[in-house]
């Protein structure tokens, strides 16, 4: 069974960094994107990033003007999001998702979501 | 800029009736337009692909048109699990993805 299964909730503060993982299983993780999507109950769904697990190719959303970052670890089929610097307006309802095909043009599989709550 | 509009925002039907969700696209999506269903504390779910190709396991009553700027998820007999938000999403060459604010199909 194809699966991407994310890390737990996390409440932090202002000002503090914070990595989130998404574990894939049940196929290829080198062969697929995968992008990460926010949610909030304001903006609805927003794209973040995506990354190519194969090569570490990533592409961002210009709107976050560098506060996260995309990575990948090959070894384990983990792929992380993560913030140096988090900010009370990145409270919000991260996903995981796997792109469709080749050219990424859909996402075919999600993780269960991971919220993310900062406040002080 | 870059982005999708879904109407209506909110739509009530009755199980049976055909619904009709509509996109309109900032920029010509090419054939690169998505359609997700979300239920509440549930991830989204891709629907279709493509502007009109069915997901793996999405019903035939679940289909997708259009062209250009201009798209159509057209549900033809609502069963009782189709109530929940409805979201478009269309991809640049950038890359970028776009998604709607949604459309609430409720039960009326």
């Known amino acids: 069974e194809v699966q991407l299964v994310q890390s737990g909730a996390e409440v932090k503060k202002p000002g503090e960094s914070l990595k989130i993982s998404c574990k894939a299983s049940?196929?290829?993780?080198?062969?697929?994107?995968i992008g990460w999507v926010r949610q909030t109950p304001g903006k609805g769904l927003e794209w973040m990033g995506i990354?190519?697990?194969?090569?570490?190719?990533?592409a961002y959303n210009p709107s976050l003007h560098g506060q996260v970052s995309i990575s990948a670890d090959k070894s384990s089929s983990t792929a992380y999001l993560q913030w140096s610097s988090l900010k009370t307006s990145d409270t919000a309802l991260y996903y995981c998702?796997?792109?469709?095909?080749?050219?990424?043009?859909?996402?075919?599989?999600w993780g269960q979501g991971t919220m993310v709550a900062v406040s002080s | 800029e870059f982005g999708v509009t879904q109407s209506p925002a909110t739509l009530s039907l009755s199980p049976g009736e055909r619904a009709t969700l509509s996109c309109r696209a900032s920029?010509?999506?090419?054939?690169?337009l998505a359609w997700y269903q979300q239920k509440p504390g549930q991830a989204p779910r891709l629907l279709i692909y493509?502007?009109?190709n069915r997901a793996t396991g999405i019903p035939a009553r679940f289909s997708g048109s259009g062209s250009g700027t201009e798209f159509t998820l057209t549900i033809s007999s609502l069963e009782p699990e189709d109530f929940g938000v409805y979201y478009c999403?269309?991809?640049?060459?950038?890359?970028?993805?776009?998604f709607g604010q949604g459309t609430k199909l409720e039960i009326k």
């Open positions: 493509d502007v009109s």
């Open positions: 049940g196929y290829s993780f080198t062969s697929y994107w």
């Open positions: 920029q010509s999506a090419r054939s690169y």
């Open positions: 999403q269309q991809r640049s060459s950038s890359p970028m993805y776009a």
């Open positions: 990354i190519y697990p194969g090569d570490s190719d990533t």
């Open positions: 998702a796997r792109g469709v095909g080749a050219t990424n043009r859909a996402f075919d599989v």
